[in-house]
């Protein structure tokens, strides 16, 4: 998986998201999102006690759409932004609209966050106790089971599952650098496809905005991801000194940071543009608010977690609470 996604020629090399790419995420969907976010990060600010300037750091930053519109958002306030990206490819495009780009995660940041970037990380997987290993069979890569060793069986921390279970190990590993490179005080915020108390996964594929169903067929060419148990990545936090407050879904971290309001202000605003004969302008503003309910439908985009982390004796924002 870390060959298939980040080796020379995988996946990542050059950024795969947008309407033209592979898939779409939620900046892409519509720029509310990053200004709703925008205002999740100020509040952050706020009970960091405002630093100025607020070194915000963005890990997994793409093609740095979600970046540059919160820069924007942020305008008014003194940050220094960093966008993090193994992808040379993406740390050029990031570059070419001016904003700062690195290959690893600085230290001393006030707050790091990663949108979408937890499911992209290698995990190990289990399947009826034994433990699902790549192989070659002839010219195709093939799964076989074998035996758990003892170093999968901690991560475990428990009986077998006789199902499927994803343990995502590189999403531990990222937990560990940022625990260690947070600013203190400091936060930590996560967002992405998972759930709470679950086995994580399924694993599958995706590329051209449709699911691969099988994710060792032509490696490099599709993207490969597994939702994460939020639970297991709360206790790993919890164990390095972070409070993890419980996770929300997306639906209610916009919900709580204005989204109703918006979807209001856009109401009012379409009206005024029909009485006004501005009937393109109308369709365009009611196009714009159909795509960003996307953003908060329960069934699309709005199912994804917000899972907040934070150094000793920080309060939760209004948001996650």
Do not use: C
Not at 34 to 52: K, Y
Not at 109 to 136: K, M
Not at 160 to 187: C, I, Q
């Amino acid at each position: 998986m870390e060959l298939a996604l980040y080796g020379p020629g995988g996946f990542y090399e050059e950024p795969p998201v947008g309407v033209e790419g592979d898939f779409v995420t939620s900046p892409h969907v519509h720029e509310v999102f990053a200004s709703l976010l925008g205002a999740g990060l100020r509040e952050l600010g706020r009970l960091l006690g405002g630093p100025s300037p607020m070194r915000i750091t963005e890990v997994g930053a793409g093609d740095g759409t979600l970046a540059a519109e919160l820069r924007r958002a942020l305008a008014d306030l003194a940050i220094e932004y960093t966008a993090v990206e193994r992808s040379p490819g993406a740390r050029r495009a990031l570059q070419a609209v001016g904003i700062e780009a690195a290959e690893d995660m600085p230290a001393g940041s006030h707050i790091v966050f990663a949108h979408e970037l937890l499911d992209n990380l290698p995990f190990r997987l289990l399947r009826g106790g034994l433990e699902v290993r790549i192989d070659l069979d002839g010219d195709r890569l093939v799964e076989v089971l074998v035996e758990p060793d003892d170093e999968l069986l901690q991560l475990l921390d428990g009986p077998r599952p006789p199902g499927e279970t994803v343990l995502p190990t590189g999403a531990f590993a990222f937990v560990d650098l940022v625990a260690a490179r947070l600013a203190d005080p400091g936060y930590v915020l996560l967002i992405d496809y998972g759930a709470v108390g679950e086995t994580g996964g399924p694993v599958h594929g995706y590329r051209a905005h449709r699911i691969v169903e099988d994710p060792l067929a032509d490696p490099g060419s599709a993207d490969i991801t597994a939702g994460v148990d939020f639970a297991r990545i709360s206790r790993r936090a919890a164990s390095l000194g972070l409070t993890a407050y419980p996770p929300v879904t997306q639906r209610h971290a916009l919900s709580r940071l204005g989204f109703e309001a918006w979807i209001k202000q856009e109401l009012a605003r379409q009206a005024e543009q029909l009485e006004a004969s501005r009937g393109v302008e109308a369709v365009r503003t009611w196009s714009g608010r159909s795509r960003a309910t996307l953003l908060v439908d329960p069934e699309a985009l709005g199912r994804m977690r917000w899972l907040l982390l934070a150094t000793e004796g920080l309060p939760a924002p209004s948001f996650i609470a």
